[in-house]
């Protein structure tokens, strides 16, 4: 059941709506977890709009909130594509690093996992049972060591087995942790003397309310997130802050989970997305 | 721009407290304000609306028995902070325990809530005290969920009965009703049971929960739920209390910056209260979860009295005592008790967490979260590398002596002669403190004078109720 069955079929053909159908509107759209600025602003402008019916009009302002950013992989010129992959506790990062690197092998590619999440008890080896069940190599440390050296010694295997591609699952930390953030821009640093890091993935929880902005600006600001990966979408949340993190700063999303299955990730589709958002 | 909801409703009093008498109209827009803070703050739209509701009534028929001014204010910021209180849950409740050992706790929750986490958590929280718990490894789905529990088990000297080894492979229900048994054939008085995540709308795995709770027959179940939930947390608190039930809630990840939003949407939505708090990465950073300190850190009041608990039990009691005579009798503070008192805060957790428990912390966010936690191990050193005598009387500190120093502790002599500065004005600081002020702000960041072991023995006079809600809640805290 989307969120805007209820409403929509009152709204559905209609060619003009009153103050207390729009009122319903940017409610709908806030429990979303598109927030009330947002919210308020895409209301404001779906008034305006010059369109058909109100629900097209409103679906045509969402759809121009959308980053205008390419939602394609950025590649390598040469040697492989490394993609780093950070977020909040939780959010499901290793699970989205195991999808990923499945999706790549389904497409013939060739790629090395790095275990750096040397914190949290037993994340190295919830990669390696991953590893194991896809046959993709993954690179480990010492629990408890240095993340940074673990993603640097999978850099050079990367290389050395010119594989395609080295994602690089990394420990859940509070964006508001300076000393976590740190740890990141040095985990980046130390792996790009060996390869330029191509991707940043943030994966952002779809049940996540107006937090997951605060997440992508500062991750953006300490290590530049170039994508999120929106998971969870199988839930009853709908992931509007992604919307809102693609309007406000212009990241794209461009991968999402809706499972807990390797099979359970996709590239990024505006009009599913917008459609499980609005239902329309 | 995100702000927290802090930082907006103190905005929304000082521009009320800035205001002479006032009108229905100052009261609406104040509520708008508020309105907005919340809604940004991820509180339900429902809950929102009561809620604001409720204090513009209330605001409205106080309006005409307040005096003017300032008082005014005051008064509408009693009526919010009481109300938020309310809807928190009133008074902290605590786990009850079975009157026939062992007290069952199981948790649920959506995935990467952090079940797991707080599993080992509450296990130490009550071993602690003396309990003998035993953790149950009932998430057999995500990839070893199994081996996370039992490495954190093992750091806390806590069993876990792990009889699968999970990742897929294995019955929970079984591995449930199994260790129910093992820990009563073995007579441990606490048994809590880790569940795999699952969502509200998974009919299949809410059905597993089910069987799950009737194998196990609970005394507390626990939902665990992410402080940075946003609107979903309606549905999914709901079909979790459908789906299997569950006595209280436990937040979790709110050392995050989003506070309070979750906490208010659920206890108010679910009428089921928020017992416990968990706070960091570590597994000491957890507590019990008090309504009213919630409500205090929300409208910028600082917590105070978890502060002071804290130091309670990082300190040791004789030193603490001992610092307190001195306190009392007028006796300088020493780099020597500093010293002291920077290995007891190591063990209190991170500087930044306690430092957003001074009332104001709020305004001071960014430089709290900037704080660099590795300055206290670089003070540390500095006092390390310092004679007694340099320690007691820093007077002695001349040229030559904080160049040996500075070389001792691979520190500029700048960074000599500026702790010796701060710790000069903390000195004052204390003076003052002792004197019966509070502290203007926090005083010098990188040097964090600690006071007091526990406000208890602060002379205080007892009767100041309304004034500064810093003293306040230091009262309260007692
Ligand atoms: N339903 C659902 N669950 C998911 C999805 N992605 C991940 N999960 C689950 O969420 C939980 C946490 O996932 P992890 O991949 O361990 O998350 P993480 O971000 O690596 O966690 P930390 O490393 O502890 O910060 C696991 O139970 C996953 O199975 C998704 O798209 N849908
Ligand atoms: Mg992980």
């Avoid at chain 1, 209820?6 to 709908?28: C, Q, R, T």
Wanted: glycine letters at 10%; charged letters at 25%.
């Amino acid at each position: 059941m989307g969120i805007f069955t209820k409403f929509l079929s009152k709204i559905k053909g209609a060619s003009s709506l009153s103050n207390s159908d729009w009122e319903e509107l940017y409610s709908e759209l806030l429990e979303s977890d598109i927030g009330p600025t947002l919210s308020r602003q895409l209301i404001d402008e779906a008034r305006k709009s010059k369109s058909d019916s109100p629900e097209e009009g409103l679906h045509q302002i969402l759809l121009a909130h959308l980053s205008t950013q390419s939602r394609e992989i950025r590649r390598a010129e040469s040697g492989p594509t490394t993609i780093l992959v950070v977020g909040v506790n939780g959010t499901g990062k290793t699970t989205s690093v195991a999808k990923l690197a499945a999706y790549l092998q389904g497409q013939k590619s060739n790629v090395v996992l790095a275990a750096a999440d040397t914190f949290r008890a037993a994340a190295v080896d919830q990669l390696r049972t991953w590893g194991d069940r896809l046959g993709i190599e993954v690179i480990s440390g010492k629990d408890n060591g240095d993340p940074a050296s673990v993603a640097f010694d999978s850099a050079q295997v990367a290389l050395g087995q010119k594989a395609d591609f080295l994602i690089i699952d990394t420990a859940g930390r509070l964006h508001n942790k300076n000393d976590l953030m740190a740890e990141l821009g040095k985990v980046k640093r130390v792996v790009e003397k060996v390869l330029p890091i191509n991707e940043v993935l943030l994966v952002i929880d779809a049940t996540t309310g107006h937090n997951g902005i605060s997440q992508a600006r500062i991750f953006t600001e300490s290590i530049g997130v170039t994508g999120i990966i929106l998971t969870k979408l199988d839930g009853s949340a709908r992931g509007g802050v992604a919307l809102a993190i693609e309007a406000e700063l212009g990241i794209p999303i461009k991968w999402v989970g809706t499972g807990e299955s390797e099979g359970d990730f996709a590239p990024f589709d505006r009009e599913s997305y917008l459609r499980g958002l609005t239902q329309m | 721009m995100f702000e927290s909801l802090t930082t907006r409703i103190s905005g929304a009093f000082s521009s009320l407290r800035g205001r002479g008498k006032l009108s229905a109209s100052d009261i609406e827009s104040t509520c708008a304000d508020i309105r907005l803070a919340l809604l940004e703050a991820d509180v339900a739209q429902s809950v929102v609306e009561n809620f604001v509701t409720l204090i513009q009534e209330k605001s409205l028929a106080a309006l005409p028995e307040m005096q003017s001014g300032t008082n005014q204010a005051n008064a509408i910021f009693e009526i919010v902070n009481k109300e938020l209180i309310e809807i928190l849950g009133g008074a902290a409740r605590r786990v009850r325990f079975a009157k026939n050992p062992p007290t069952v706790i199981m948790l649920a929750g959506l995935q990467g809530a952090g079940k797991t986490t707080l599993a080992g958590k509450l296990a130490k929280f009550y071993a602690d005290q003396g309990n003998t718990p035993l953790l149950i490894a009932s998430d057999l789905a995500r990839p070893n969920a199994v081996t996370q529990l039992q490495v954190v088990g093992e750091s806390i000297g806590v069993p876990v009965f792990a009889p699968e080894v999970g990742s897929g492979v294995g019955d929970p229900v079984k591995v449930a009703r199994d260790g129910i048994a093992f820990a009563k054939s073995k007579q441990y008085n606490m048994v809590i049971v880790d569940t795999a995540g699952r969502l509200g709308i998974d009919e299949e795995l809410m059905k597993q929960a089910r069987d799950i709770r009737d194998a196990v027959q609970p005394d507390e179940i626990l939902f665990v739920v992410d402080a940075m939930i946003g609107q979903d947390a309606v549905r999914t608190s709901q079909a979790f209390l459908d789906g299997v039930g569950f006595d209280g809630v436990v937040l979790t990840k709110l050392d995050g910056d989003a506070r309070g939003g979750a906490a208010l949407s659920i206890a108010s939505l679910t009428k089921r209260p928020i017992m416990f708090a968990s706070t960091g990465e570590k597994l000491a950073d957890f507590d019990i979860f008090y309504p009213d300190r919630m409500a205090s850190q929300i409208l910028g009041m600082g917590d105070v009295a978890t502060l002071a608990e804290q130091a309670k039990k990082a300190f040791n009691t004789d030193s603490a005592e001992r610092l307190e005579k001195k306190f009392e009798s007028g006796e300088d503070f020493t780099l020597e008790d500093f010293l002291e008192q920077l290995e007891a805060m190591s063990k209190m957790g991170s500087m930044s967490k306690m430092l957003s428990m001074l009332p104001g912390a709020g305004a001071m966010k960014k430089q709290i979260d900037n704080f660099d936690e590795s300055e206290l191990v670089r003070t540390k050193s500095i006092v390390q590398s310092m004679t007694p005598i340099e320690r007691r009387d820093p007077k002695v500190l001349n040229g030559a002596r904080r160049a040996r120093i500075a070389l001792g502790s691979g520190r500029k002599v700048s960074d000599v002669n500026s702790l010796v500065e701060r710790f000069s004005a903390a000195q004052k600081m204390m003076k003052q403190v002792r004197n019966g002020g509070m502290p203007q702000g926090l005083g010098g960041m990188g040097m964090p004078a600690m006071p007091k072991a526990a406000p208890k023995n602060v002379p205080q006079k007892k009767k100041s109720k309304s004034g500064n809600p810093a003293k306040r809640a230091l009262e309260e805290g007692q």
